[in-house]
Nanobody, 124 residues
Framework: QVQLVESGGGLVQAGGSLRLSCAAS????????MGWFRQAPGKEREFVAA????????RYADSVKGRFTISRDNAKNTLYLQMNSLKPEDTAVYYC?????????????????WGQGTQVTVSS
């Protein structure tokens, strides 16, 4: 049973920063691609960032490039999302997710395990 638990969300002013964490259960965390997605009220879940297994190649949504950084600590079974220069439009519930293979992809349906989400609210 794979469990993903996000933390680090909260309320921040525009221009501020937050770091999200996602703790994963299981002994093979390093073997799988991991991703961050978000969902704002009334909108579909959208891709934010992903990191592969192995070399840790990354991919970002255009809307967060240059502001967000995804990383992983395989020794701690933890995924991170450093969010800088936050904007009100970044307000959403943020989810971490795990694939069952190592390559990154942006499609939510290709991820097999999901956390419960953490709320990020950016005030103007």
């Amino acid at each position: 049973q794979v469990q993903l638990v996000e933390s680090g969300g909260g309320l921040v002013q525009a221009g501020g920063s937050l770091r999200l964490s996602c703790a994963a259960s299981g002994r093979t965390f390093s073997s799988y691609a991991m991703g961050w997605f978000r969902q704002a009220p009334g909108k579909e879940r959208e891709f934010v960032a992903a990191v592969s297994s192995g070399c840790g190649s990354t991919r970002y949504a255009d809307s967060v490039k240059g502001r967000f950084t995804i990383s992983r600590d395989n020794a701690k079974n933890t995924l991170y999302l450093q969010m800088n220069s936050l904007k009100p439009e970044d307000t959403a519930v943020y989810y971490c997710a795990r694939r069952s293979v190592g390559l990154v992809i942006t499609t939510p349906n290709e991820y097999d395990y999901w956390g419960q989400g953490t709320q990020v609210t950016v005030s103007s």
